[in-house]
């Protein structure tokens, strides 16, 4: 059914936007679908989830929102189309979409570049020391400059090592190589020899080796039961004390308990976290640390990013419903 910007609006298809986008995105989708806001921005309850699968053709869902088997089995259930605003899928039971025959998309591309500039964020706080500094000098503890004062780590000629080397792993690997770091890496499969030349990379044989050279280890793998707390105690120990670890992927990628304690025994120099198992919860240990940068989920947290984010989710659906195939097609 191809969409006529002129058509009446109840004759378009009708979508359910679970989250405030940004207002451009927001302009474009109701010029073309009949849209359900949510205009007070709250995530929606199961029970509203549940009522719009059955009230809608298509959901415009975030990352918070959870699409178990259940919920797409739901009776007399109208939505044929999930186009998830964000990369990452983990929320949407994919084998229960493709069975209720209700097709999954995402977003990839958009947020590739403003996540790898947040992680250069995390490991330039983490690596100075900025966000304790910040802090001291708020709370009025500052003294003034002194030699030994609040010393940290420098980057450049460091290793950094890149678990996963997708999109966002590269293009953080770009910006370090700026910062005179040398690239290491582990992947299920190497990345292509013309990849590794421009970026100056090579892939350690094992997460395990990665872990025990690098000095700065940075997670880009998307959540999976494989993943979940890939970062464990056992990990952790194969680190360097004067390592630093930056994950700006999947909070359930880290075993939170483990990091913290070895952060509060200075079995490990720092952090930089985006990103946490249970948000908006961080776990209590963590928070009471100073040598662990903690910032909301912030990684693609640019108007620009999330405008793009938006837009690619809008092509998806204006593809699925003018009967070609989206663009971004997940399940």
Request: hydrophobic share 45%; glycine share 6%.
């Amino acid at each position: 059914m191809a969409i006529d910007p002129c058509e009446p609006v109840e004759k378009r298809p009708r979508l359910r936007v679970t989250r405030r986008l940004p207002s451009a995105v927001e302009q474009h989708l109701q010029a073309r679908f009949d849209v359900r806001l949510n205009e007070e921005d709250v995530p929606l309850s199961r029970n509203d989830l549940l009522d719009a699968m059955t009230r809608y053709d298509a959901i415009c869902p975030t990352i918070t929102d959870r699409f178990d088997a259940e919920m797409i089995a739901a009776p007399g259930a109208t939505v044929r189309l999930l186009a998830n605003f964000g990369a990452g899928f983990e929320h949407i039971d994919l084998a229960a979409a493709r069975r209720a025959g209700i097709v999954v998309t995402n977003t990839p591309d958009a947020l590739s570049e403003a996540t790898a500039d947040l992680a250069l964020i995390l490991i330039l706080m983490a690596a100075r020391r900025a966000g304790e500094g910040e802090r001291e000098l708020r709370a009025g503890r500052w003294t003034g400059w002194r030699p030994t004062h609040m010393m940290g780590q420098d980057i450049s000629g460091k290793t950094l090592g890149l678990v996963g080397f997708g999109r966002i792993a590269q293009a953080t690997a770009a910006r370090a190589i700026a910062f005179g770091m040398r690239i290491r890496y582990h992947s299920r499969r190497p990345a292509p020899v013309d990849i590794e030349v421009a970026l100056a990379a090579s892939r350690a044989p094992s997460l395990d080796a990665l872990a025990a050279e690098a000095d700065i280890l940075s997670l880009h793998v998307p959540a999976s039961s494989e993943t979940f707390h890939l970062v464990d105690e056992r990990l952790l120990a194969r680190m360097k004390p004067s390592a630093i670890l930056i994950n700006s992927a999947r909070g359930s990628i880290v075993d939170e308990a483990a990091l913290a304690a070895a952060l509060g025994s200075n079995r490990l120099a720092a952090a930089g976290l985006d990103v946490f198992e249970r948000e908006p919860a961080v776990h209590p240990d963590l928070a009471t640390l100073e040598n662990v940068v903690l910032l909301p989920h912030l990684g693609s947290a640019t108007v620009e990013t999330r405008t793009a984010m938006g837009m690619q989710a809008a092509a998806n659906l204006e593809a699925f419903f003018a009967g070609r195939e989206p663009p971004n097609r997940v399940a």
